[in-house]
């Protein structure tokens, strides 16, 4: 059973940048998608980048033009940068990655997210 675990969260200063990782316990070789995650207190989960196997970024409203998203094959590890933090991104961020295909569901892969706090 692949693992995901995210890593990097903590607090910090609105306007401050912060990168988070999503390292994965095994490698596999079907095609897939990771995406970024993060749910604040009281609000839904929600989306807020995706790359593919082959490299395929997509970001949504949530946090466009101030997130980038990345990988390192070698490390089967998965980055979101982000930049020009403020106290309303506060929330845990969590990584996940589909079973195959470029869809993420409930039933594919979850890591248990890493809390991150904006202070203004």
């Known amino acids: 059973q692949l693992r995901l675990v995210e890593s990097g969260g903590g607090l910090v200063q609105a306007g401050e940048s912060l990168r988070l990782s999503c390292a994965a316990s095994?490698?596999?070789?079907?095609?897939?998608?990771v995406g970024w995650y993060r749910q604040a207190p009281g609000k839904q989960r929600e989306l807020i980048a995706t790359i593919t196997n082959t490299g395929s970024e997509t970001y949504t409203e949530a946090m466009k033009g101030r997130v980038t998203i990345s990988r390192d094959g070698n490390k089967n590890t998965w980055y979101l940068q982000m930049y020009s933090l403020k106290p309303e991104d506060t929330a845990v961020y969590s990584c996940a990655r589909s079973h195959s295909g470029y869809i993420i569901g409930p039933g594919d892969y979850w890591g248990q997210g890493t809390q991150v706090t904006v202070s203004s």
């Open positions: 095994e490698t596999t070789f079907t095609r897939y998608v």
